[in-house]
Structure formats: C-alpha cells, structure tokens
C-alpha cells in the first residue's frame, strides 16, 4: 500500500508519494508512475512526485505519466511544497526548500486559503537561451531553446490552431534536435505585460498548465518578442506571474491539495 495525496496547479495534477513507500512496493518507478497516472485504469495524473519529507522542506524525483523521468515542474514543486506546509501546519511567510533533480528550488509561502497554497518560487537562472530554426514536417519552425532546469522549446507568434498544435507540440517535443526531448510552448506576447501559451509536456501531452513552460515562455518573450522581464503568463488552466530577475526566475501561483489516499 503507497500513501498518495493529489494536488493540481490550474489543473496540472500530481500524484505524491514517499520515496520508500514505492521501494517496498517492488514495482519499478517508471512502471508504477504509468500505473498511477492512468485516468482510466489508475487515479489519473500529469506526473508521480516521489519524496520525501524533511523539516520545511522535501527531496522530489519527478516521473511523467509515460514512465520517463524529468528534472523539474515548477507547478509540481508547488504541489509538494504545498504538501510540506499542510503536514508542517506553516503559515505564510514560511520558506520550503525542495532538493531536485534540477538543484535546490526554495518557495516563499504567500497564503493559506483551505487547501489552496500559493507560493513564490526560486527557480534559478535560464540557460544556453538562443534562437534556432528547426526543419519539422516539411515547414521550418523558428523557435527559442532554453533550459529552465528542464528542456524547453518556445516558438512565439500567433497561438496555432488545435489540428496544428496537435501536428507540431508532439513532433517538436521528439525532434532529433532534442535526443531526452522537450516540453513545447507556443506563446504569443499579447502586450509587454501579458503573454498567451499553450503546451505540449514531454512525457505528458498537452496540459492546462507548466510552471517551467510559463517561466520559459516568458523568458522567450522577453528575449526574442518584445515583453517585459515581469509578466503574466495566461494558460488555458489560469495565470501565473513570472518575473525574470537578475538573480534568475521567480514563478508565483497556486496549488490545491484535493486528495488523500492510498494506492492499493
């Protein structure tokens, strides 16, 4: 039996469990993320987070709902941090600190609405950002590469049609470009303050939401599309406000904890 608690960032959902439940469980991760993640046959998610707990903070290893490992989700490191104030009962101006497979995040608790935790997230700086056109499908795709402690590919311009997004956010995020793949946003700056994304998450699909999608975005926007370094990033499940510092990326929103259990 795993001990599970789901929590959703506007609608970006997760599965969280303790890392040695799912040792003793003696099913691999990748398998029993597949098994758990499954909306049809299992409890239904984006992604497993397997962690475990320590003062004000947590460690988090991060699965995809196909099984594949992933360094960082900014919204799913809200879920966990969330989880951490709950259990811990803090109050806001607490910081959680999350150890990850992209370097220690730390998270400024905002406010405690019932189940509702909205934090400001440290997310680090981006790296190796630049421009590259990408040959896919027959057409050439210009787009900004980045690292926001996970692969990111964004191509900035007027928001694609459903039949287009569902053409090019999977081929994009397995191009040859990428050998571990990508996540995918296309995002369209509606003004210096706002930007427009949807996303297609590696090991995922398309999803309501990515806080390292929207930190990416808004870092392509200010790059390469005219935004400020301060915006809002709206994605189909909500928005959330990104502001790219010099000390690095500062992600703020909310996570909702609606799910305590056990995976049997």
């Known amino acids: ?26 099913v691999e991760f ?16 984006d992604g497993l987070i397997l962690h475990e707990l320590q003062q004000r903070g947590a460690t988090m290893t991060l699965i995809n709902a196909d099984g594949s490992p992933s360094e960082l989700s900014g919204n799913g490191l809200r879920c966990l941090a969330a989880h951490v104030a709950r259990i811990q009962r803090l109050a806001a101006g607490a910081v959680v600190t999350v ?37 896919v499908l027959g057409e050439s795709v210009r787009a900004t590469i980045l690292g926001m402690g996970n692969p990111q590919c964004v191509v900035l311009g007027a928001l694609p049609d459903a039949e287009r997004f569902n053409r090019l956010g999977p081929a994009l995020s397995t191009h040859e470009m990428f050998p571990a793949g990508t996540n995918v946003e296309f995002a369209h700056v509606e003004s210096p303050e706002r930007v427009r994304i949807v996303i297609w998450e590696r090991g995922v699909g398309p999803t309501t939401s990515s806080g390292t999608g929207s930190s990416a975005s808004a870092v392509a926007a200010a790059a390469h599309g005219g935004a400020a370094r301060d915006v809002e990033v709206i994605a189909p499940g909500g928005a959330q406000r990104v502001e790219w510092r010099g000390d690095g990326v500062y992600l703020t929103g909310w996570a909702d904890l609606v799910l305590e259990g056990s995976w049997l």
Do not use: Q
């Open 1 to 26: 039996m795993i001990r599970i608690v789901k929590g959703h960032a506007y609608g970006n959902d997760f599965l969280l469990a303790p890392v040695e439940d799912a040792r003793g469980n003696g």
């Open 30 to 45: 990748g398998d029993l993320a597949r098994a758990m993640c499954d909306r049809h046959h299992g409890i239904g998610a």
């Open 99 to 135: 150890a990850t497979g992209a370097g220690t995040k730390t998270l400024e608790l905002l406010s405690v609405e019932g189940c509702r935790y909205s934090f400001r997230a440290a997310l680090g700086a981006p790296t190796d950002i630049r421009e590259a056109t990408i040959p």
